[in-house]
């Protein structure tokens, strides 16, 4: 009689609601932000190599949600264009959590879809940052409280003077629980075409977004209820979710990498730094506040020396000039080094993306100075797939093309100064 074999259906595991990595975690020593670049050497295959994922499930405790679909945005009108769209198919809940969000046209037409959405009986949580967001009126919360929606901030000035360096800085929109945005856009006019500079040519602010949708979209709203708690409002029902690490359609794998004070930053520095280090060919950094602690440099400038094509993209104009020069006095260094750098010309650049070999991306709210990596609540993905890292390489050649290249002939010849005020800036870097 002929054997029959049975098969199994793996059931799924269940994804609890707990924030990854946990709070006060010691990261092991072999994984710091100034080791784990051994690890990340030694893999046979560099960032195609199956161990790179297992390094960034060590280093972060999360895992990588499977076959997420990911659009980029790279304009302001396009982005909040696509959350309103999601805002008006919201069924069930909506979740907005922004370091800003003014009181100007963009901010109004968004809190009018927040405000039609609780209309329809959807659960609609707003979560603002009270420093970042000063300079809205206090009428413009209370209307859109009037309307049904919640609305807390994240450290008012006053109860909460004593926490006043710590700042909610994320920017995350989950819609029911499956499509989700994140990025380094706040919400506000200067990204869209309603604002110009005095300059003539300017153009909105070069900012990057993200929309997903999939599992990932849970883990977001999981990183939401930490703001949400610590700024009072009322606990929702979070369950756990079935989860198939091991599945493989087709779609981008992505790990949300999300930190606050006492969690996550470490992990944070780390996993930059382990996708550096396992680069082989090419490393493209965008970041809007450059004022780096001494291991990030060490970090680039040991890449540029193994023969990576380091480039890094800075603000030729920024809303906070002080931080410019802050970044303004590691670029001998850098330089020296091999790292090519670059100043965007023409308008704020905002955005905080990293690419490597063109198969992994990371976009997020995090800058590469000394507050997004202790005093912040920051989110950030890391985004493991080959045609979102194209659709990055594409759009940081554009940018590059927009402007100029600093070289060392060039920086040794900027007047005293100039120097003097970069160096002056390069000590208060902790303090910005």
């Known amino acids: 009689m002929p054997r029959t074999t049975r098969r199994f259906r793996r059931t799924p595991r269940l994804l609890k609601p707990f924030l990854r990595p946990a709070a006060w975690r010691v990261l092991p020593r072999e994984l710091s932000a100034r080791r784990v670049g051994d690890l990340a050497r030694a893999l046979p295959g560099g960032l195609a190599d199956p161990g790179f994922e297992v390094l960034l499930r060590r280093i972060?405790?999360?895992p990588l949600f499977p076959s997420q679909r990911v659009e980029l945005y790279v304009?302001?009108?396009?982005?909040?264009?696509?959350?309103r769209r999601a805002l008006a198919s919201a069924a069930t809940e909506v979740l907005l959590e922004a370091y800003i969000l003014k009181d100007d046209a963009t901010g109004r037409s968004i809190a009018e879809s927040l405000a039609a959405a609780a209309a329809r009986g959807v659960a609609v949580r707003v979560l603002a940052d009270a420093f970042g967001s000063s300079a809205t009126r206090e009428a413009f919360w209370d209307s859109l409280r009037a309307r049904g929606v919640d609305v807390r901030l994240f450290h008012p000035i006053f109860p909460a003077l004593w926490y006043q360096p710590f700042r909610d800085h994320r920017k995350i929109l989950v819609v029911d629980?499956?499509?989700?945005?994140?990025?380094?856009?706040?919400?506000?006019?200067?990204?869209?075409?309603?604002?110009r500079d005095a300059r003539p040519g300017a153009r909105g602010w070069r900012d990057t977004h993200a929309r997903l949708e999939g599992s990932v979209a849970w883990e977001l709203?999981?990183?939401?209820?930490?703001?949400?708690?610590?700024?009072?409002?009322?606990r929702f029902d979070l369950p756990p979710m079935p989860f198939d690490e091991d599945a493989r359609p087709s779609g981008a794998?992505?790990?949300?990498?999300?930190?606050?004070?006492?969690?996550?930053?470490?992990?944070?520095?780390?996993?930059?730094?382990?996708?550096?280090?396992?680069?082989?060919?090419?490393?493209?950094l965008t970041n809007a506040y450059f004022a780096p602690r001494r291991d990030a440099l060490d970090v680039f400038g040991d890449a540029a020396a193994r023969g990576v094509d380091v480039r890094i993209l800075l603000p030729g104009i920024s809303d906070v000039p002080l931080v410019r020069h802050a970044g303004h006095g590691f670029f001998r260094g850098l330089l020296a080094r091999g790292v090519r750098l670059f100043e965007y010309r023409p308008s704020v650049l905002h955005a905080k993306?990293?690419?490597a070999d063109g198969r992994v991306s990371v976009v997020g709210s995090s800058n590469m100075d000394f507050r997004s990596f202790h005093f912040n609540a920051e989110c950030n993905l890391i985004l493991l797939d080959e045609a979102v890292g194209a659709a990055f390489e594409r759009q940081f050649h554009v940018d590059l093309a927009l402007s100029d290249e600093i070289t060392?002939?060039?920086?040794?010849?900027?007047?005293?100064?100039?120097?003097a005020g970069d160096a002056l800036a390069r000590r208060l870097s902790p303090l910005l």
């Not at 499509?179 to 990204?191: L, P, R």
């Not at 709203?221 to 009322?234: L, N, T, Y």
């Not at 002939?409 to 007047?415: F, I, N, Q």
Request: cysteine-free.
């Open 60 to 62: 972060d405790q999360a």
């Open 75 to 83: 304009d302001g009108r396009a982005a909040f264009d696509a959350m």
């Open 177 to 195: 629980r499956h499509v989700a945005f994140t990025g380094g856009m706040n919400i506000g006019d200067e990204y869209g075409s309603s604002w």
């Open 221 to 234: 709203a999981v990183v939401f209820s930490e703001g949400w708690d610590r700024a009072g409002g009322p």
């Open 253 to 284: 794998r992505v790990l949300v990498l999300d930190s606050s004070p006492g969690r996550g930053h470490a992990e944070s520095a780390s996993a930059l730094a382990a996708i550096v280090a396992a680069a082989r060919e090419r490393v493209f």
């Open 353 to 355: 993306t990293v690419v």
């Open 408 to 419: 060392e002939p060039g920086w040794s010849r900027r007047g005293w100064p100039h120097r």
